[in-house]
């Protein structure tokens, strides 16, 4: 599947948003030092491609919700690197597999807020979004 990794992220009312907030002078809160890109979705892909993250566990001892490192094998973190070169190098559309499509749509449900998700599943599976649209 063909994915369009430029695709800049947007707020509700269509502003573009930055990777990151402009850092400001702090003597002159007006004058803005940088200025970031626009948080994209070749960023994102990226970013938790290269990530292992975490998952969230119960101890059994004391009950408290613990954050556990995810224990990749070599050949998962392998495939992970490959695909985020691919994304990373990729210019506009990239070419996909499905069960890659799954993983991104996992990895970034688990470590981004709603407004994320549901912009980067509409773009990773377009098909399934029109599906969630009708349901709602």
Aim: with cysteine.
């Amino acid at each position: 599947m063909k994915i369009d990794v430029n695709y800049k992220f947007k707020k509700l009312d269509g502003e573009v948003i930055p990777e990151r907030p402009d850092e400001v002078d702090p003597k002159d809160k007006n004058k803005i030092i940088k200025k970031y890109p626009p948080f994209t979705l070749k960023t994102l892909c990226v970013s938790v491609l290269l990530n292992a993250g975490t998952d969230e566990i119960i101890c059994p001892r004391c009950n408290h919700q613990i954050k556990k490192p995810f224990d990749l094998a070599g050949d998962k973190k392998a495939k992970r690197f490959m695909l985020a070169t691919k994304i990373y190098n990729g210019d506009g559309l990239v070419d996909i597999s499905d069960d890659d499509v799954k993983l991104l749509k996992d990895l970034v449900a688990k470590d981004y807020p709603v407004s994320t998700v549901g912009q980067a599943w509409q773009i990773l599976d377009p098909h399934e979004a029109e599906e969630n649209k009708k349901i709602a």
